[in-house]
T-cell receptor, first 112, second 112 residues
Framework: GENVGLHLPTLSVQEGDNSIINCAYS??????FIWYKQESGKGPQFIID?????DKRQGQRVTVLLNKTVKHLSLQIAATQPGDSAVYFC???????????FGAGTTVTVRA | EAQVTQNPRYLITVTGKKLTVTCSQN?????MSWYRQDPGLGLRQIYY???????DKGDVPEGYKVSRKEKRNFPLILESPSPNQTSLYFC???????????FGEGSRLTVL
């Protein structure tokens, strides 16, 4: 089947720096993308989403960028804080489909 | 408080002993889903349900059963557990087919 994958399994970031987490997807028919954050011992939590008719969407300290040409999705976290340490998953969905496909995840560690 | 509740949170069992992991949500969500999380594989969908009495297979349904007799409950049944079903299981719900899923805290199952 189609896969949603993250470029790097781990990312170490200095506190205060910006983080960029990347995700490549292969299903060109996917039109809805979501980022989830999973803290240790907890279930994933919704961060931000974007539809394929957009290139960029901003939330509080987070920005998601979508490049449909190269099928690439990224999550940018501004001024990374210790509480941002977690595993980040991208997920994709296709209109009319009731499945959400997740990538393998990127573990972000924030250095003090 | 809006939440998805799973039980048990931890379980060690033996091969072949039937078990049920319960899932309940208090948000009146129509869509519910079960995922398993394994290292390096991210979250893989087991089964999902669009509404009461409507269930369908996800990507890895073998060895599992589900039921949706009530809107709030979506139990996951392992009729004859095997060691390859040792995993971390998450139940999730949402108001739509995909998108902002609300996850439970997870159930860590070990099958000996």
């Amino acid at each position: 089947g189609e896969n949603v994958g993250l470029h790097l399994p781990t990312l170490s970031v200095q506190e205060g720096d910006n983080s960029i987490i990347n995700c490549a997807y292969s299903n060109s028919a996917s039109d809805y993308f979501i980022w989830y954050k999973q803290e240790s011992g907890k279930g994933p939590q919704f961060i931000i989403d974007i539809r394929s008719n957009m290139d960029k969407r901003q939330g509080q300290r987070v920005t998601v960028l979508l490049n449909k040409t190269v099928k690439h999705l990224s999550l940018q976290i501004a001024a990374t804080q210790p509480g941002d340490s977690a595993v980040y998953f991208c997920a994709e969905n296709m209109s009319g489909d009731y499945k959400l496909s997740f990538g393998a995840g990127t573990t972000v560690t924030v250095r003090a | 408080e809006a939440q998805v509740t799973q039980n048990p949170r931890y379980l060690i069992t033996v091969t072949g002993k039937k078990l049920t992991v319960t899932c309940s949500q208090n948000m009146n969500h129509e869509y519910m889903s079960w995922y398993r999380q394994d290292p390096g594989l991210g979250l893989r969908q087991i089964y999902y349900s669009m509404n009461v009495e409507v269930t369908d297979k996800g990507d890895v349904p073998e060895g599992y059963k589900v039921s949706r007799k009530e809107k709030r409950n979506f139990p996951l049944i392992l009729e004859s557990p095997s060691p390859n079903q040792t995993s971390l299981y998450f139940c999730a719900s949402s108001s739509g087919a995909a998108g902002e899923l609300f996850f439970g805290e997870g159930s860590r199952l070990t099958v000996l």
